[in-house]
């Protein structure tokens, strides 16, 4: 037996508890709708949110700047250089933001992992939502500061706890997603930068859920609530809204010229390639030109929202395009990720680790690319499937609706 072979067993463990992830295989680009093993289903995935993962705009800029600088950018920027393309990509997400400087990383993940670890330390306290995303988690593990879970979305516990636990503390940040990403609701910005200011804590939301969805033009949850200015650190994704790949963080000067020095992933991972951060410029450039797309998209979000409820889903605190139907059981939301997939519907189903044990559900994702049409075939397919699964029943619509407890 291979050193290696215990995985087997691990693997097969997952199987069992209906834990194990099939990744599907698409050939072609992201959409309304594509291929998905040889089939051409509805996609309610990706989140591909104003549907510029495969926009002919975008494209256009990709290949531009592959024409223009090539396919790699060489090595770490601190070393190899900054391509002027990054730059550019830098100064326009600070000018979407409303922020005074961006640094951009290779992913979101990274750049919670870019930031955290790099701001705190021994002898500093985090306060950390407790559904917070992995990222913000390893970012916080890997600080070495301690960390505080505080209650979802709770302001209050969030005051008791660094009440009780503040003292001796060197600094204070308290951080949380924008909006989050299993559930759909949105952190309650306002109340979380009010404690922070009655104990001199510094805030960190990480917006990669809010950027391109919430605020005026999509510029997310800080300008959403009006904060511009009373939040210190933005961290955001180009993958999910921006339709690409790649992390930025926004705020004040000192901190990006901080990140520069010392975030680990911006000085030992090589940076984004031309090709995406081009593209990236491409699609802040169409949210800069106006909110036609984001609109589109709270519409289709609001109408899909209101049809699963009418049939009878619990769609628990979501209320922006993240919209989960809230099933509980492993095997069930992967024996109804499976039904719906026969009638043409890609929803995965998502478990433990990624939600909490006995909390699995379908997380739909809406798309501005979706048309009406679309979306009745989804309510279609998941009220026959919801009937045939026996999860429409009277008592247990009420048991999960709106109750955070069942999420
Ligand atoms: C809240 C949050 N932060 C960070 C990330 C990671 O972003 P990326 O895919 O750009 O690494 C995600 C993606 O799932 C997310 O939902």
Same mark, same amino acid.
């Given at each position: 037996m291979a050193k290696i072979d215990f995985l087997a067993k691990e693997l097969d463990l997952l199987r069992e508890q209906g834990l194990f992830n099939t990744i599907r295989t698409i050939d072609g680009p992201q959409g309304a709708w594509f291929v998905a093993d040889g089939k051409r289903v509805l996609n309610l995935c990706s989140n591909n949110y104003l549907g510029f993962a495969n926009s002919p705009l975008l494209k256009k800029a990709a290949k531009q700047a592959i024409n223009k600088y $090539? @396919? !790699?950018? !060489?090595? @770490?920027r601190t070393i190899a250089g900054t391509q002027t393309i990054h730059l550019e990509l830098e100064k326009k997400l600070a000018e979407f933001k409303h922020a005074p400087a961006s640094i951009v990383l290779q992913g979101g993940f990274n750049a919670n992992l870019a930031v955290i670890p790099t701001i705190t330390g021994e002898g500093d306290l985090i306060f950390s939502d407790e559904l917070n995303h992995a990222s913000i988690i390893d970012g916080c593990r890997l600080s070495k500061a301690r960390v505080v879970r505080y209650l979802h979305n709770n302001a209050e516990d969030l005051r008791k706890k660094i009440k009780e +636990?503040? /003292?001796?503390? #060197?600094r204070m940040l308290i951080v949380t997603d924008g909006v989050f990403s299993m559930n759909g609701d949105i952190a309650p910005l306002p109340d979380l930068v009010e404690v922070a200011d009655e104990f001199g804590a510094m805030v960190m939301v990480d917006d990669a859920h809010g950027e391109g969805v919430l605020g005026e033009g999509g510029r997310g949850i800080v300008n959403h609530f009006g904060l511009e200015g009373k939040v210190e650190i933005e961290v955001g994704t180009l993958s999910k809204a921006f339709g690409v790949v790649g992390g930025y963080v926004t705020g004040p000067q000192v901190l990006i010229d901080y990140l520069k020095q010392r975030g680990r992933p911006f000085l030992f991972s090589t940076g984004l390639s031309p090709a995406d951060a081009a593209a990236a410029v491409a699609a802040v450039d169409v949210l800069l030109q106006g909110d036609k797309l984001v609109k589109k998209l709270w519409a289709n979000a609001e109408y899909f929202r209101g049809g699963l409820k009418a049939a009878g889903f619990a769609t628990g605190e979501s209320q922006t395009p993240i919209i989960p139907v809230i099933l509980g059981d492993e095997k069930l939301a992967s024996e109804f990720s499976k039904t719906l997939f026969a009638g043409r519907i890609f929803a995965q189903s998502i478990a433990y680790p990624t939600v +909490? #044990? $006995? /909390?699995a559900r379908i997380r739909c994702m809406i798309s501005a690319v979706h048309e009406k049409k679309d979306l009745d075939f989804a309510l279609e397919k998941f009220t026959e499937a919801g009937k045939r699964l026996g999860v429409l029943t009277a008592e247990r619509s009420s048991v999960n609706s709106g109750n955070r407890q069942n999420i």
């Open positions: $090539g @396919v !790699g950018s !060489g090595a @770490v +636990e503040m /003292k001796d503390a #060197r +909490e #044990r $006995g /909390k």
